[in-house]
C-alpha cells in the first residue's frame, strides 16, 4: 500500500502457549507479519484456530509467549505492562461483537465519556462527540441509552467511541457477528470509511462475503498462518 510508511505492527515469530493446570497448549506458531497502514486487514479462520489470540497480541491486550511485537515503533513484547497500555490507548482502537457499551450512558456520552478521560472538556467532547456520531447517521439517536438503539446502531456508537482517539489502528473481533446480513453490510462500510492513508484496520471475520471490503486477507488455521494475499476491495455504494 503506502510503499516506505513504518508498519503499525510489526509481529516477528510470534508463539502464544497457554497453561492450564499441567496442560500447555500451544496456540499460536511462528507468526510473522506486518500491518500498514492505508490498509485494510480481513483475519480468517475456523474457529478455535487462534484469531482472537492473535489479534490481542497483535494489539497489546495480550502479550506472546516468544517472538517480538512492535506496535507504533514501540516493542510491545517486553515493555512493562503500563508501557503497553498507554501505546495501546493512545495508537489502538477495539470494536467488539458484544459493542462494550456503557449501558448507563446514551449514544452521545459513550463517546464523550472516552474522549473526557483523555483530558478533553466535557462541553468540547460532546460538541466533537456529537458531530462524530453525526457522520455515523446517528444524529436522531444521540439521547438514546445502548438498550434503545439496534444492533447495527449501536455498533456504530462503538466505532465512534472506537474512533474518538483518532487512533493509528482500528481493530474489531467479529464486530458483524451478532448482526444480520446487511446490517453486518453497512457496519463493515462504515468501518472502511475510517480507512485513511495514516491508519490501518484489522477485522477478524468467519463471514467471507466481507472479503469485499478488504485490500489484504490473512488466513490462520491451528495458529499458522497459512495464507495472505492482496485483495481488491469492491466497496459497494449500496452498503453505506
Ligand atoms: N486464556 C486462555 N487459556 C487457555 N486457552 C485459551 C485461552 N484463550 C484461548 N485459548 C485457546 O486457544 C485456542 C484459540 O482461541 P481463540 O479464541 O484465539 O480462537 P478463535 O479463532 O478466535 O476462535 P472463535 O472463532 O471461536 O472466536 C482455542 O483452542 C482456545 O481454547
Ligand atoms: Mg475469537
Avoid: W
Avoid at 456504530?156 to 487512533?167: F, K, M, S, T
Avoid at 448482526?179 to 462500510?189: F, I
Avoid at 492513508?197 to 469485499?212: F, M, N, S
Amino acid at each position: 500500500m503506502s510503499g516506505g510508511a513504518a508498519p503499525l505492527v510489526q509481529a516477528r515469530n510470534v508463539q502464544k502457549t497457554f497453561k492450564s493446570g499441567r496442560l500447555e497448549t500451544q496456540v499460536l506458531h511462528d507468526v510473522s507479519l506486518q500491518l500498514r497502514p492505508g490498509e485494510f486487514t480481513l483475519l480468517m479462520g475456523p474457529s478455535g484456530s487462534g484469531k482472537t489470540t492473535l489479534l490481542s497480541i497483535l494489539s497489546g491486550l495480550l502479550r506472546p509467549s516468544s517472538g517480538q511485537v512492535e506496535l507504533c515503533g514501540v516493542d510491545i513484547s517486553t515493555a512493562q505492562d503500563a508501557v503497553s497500555a498507554r501505546v495501546r490507548r493512545r495508537h489502538v482502537g477495539f470494536v467488539f461483537q458484544s459493542y462494550h457499551l456503557f449501558p448507563a450512558l446514551n449514544a452521545l456520552d459513550n463517546v464523550a465519556e472516552v474522549l473526557v478521560l483523555k483530558g478533553i472538556d466535557r462541553m468540547q467532547a460532546r460538541a466533537h462527540a456529537g458531530s462524530m456520531l453525526q457522520r455515523m447517521g446517528l444524529g436522531a439517536r444521540l439521547q438514546h441509552l445502548p438498550s434503545e438503539l439496534s444492533g447495527g446502531e449501536r455498533q456504530r456508537v462503538a466505532i465512534a467511541r472506537a474512533l474518538a482517539g483518532n487512533p493509528s489502528l482500528i481493530v474489531g473481533d467479529e464486530p458483524t457477528g451478532a448482526l444480520d446480513k446487511n446490517t453486518g453490510l453497512s457496519v463493515m462500510g462504515a468501518l472502511r470509511e475510517q480507512l485513511t492513508p495514516q491508519r490501518g484496520v484489522l477485522i477478524v471475520t468467519h463471514d467471507p462475503r466481507l472479503k469485499q471490503f478488504a485490500d489484504r486477507v490473512l488466513e490462520i488455521e491451528d495458529g499458522r498462518i497459512v495464507a495472505d494475499y492482496a485483495h481488491t476491495a469492491g466497496v459497494n455504494e449500496a452498503y453505506h
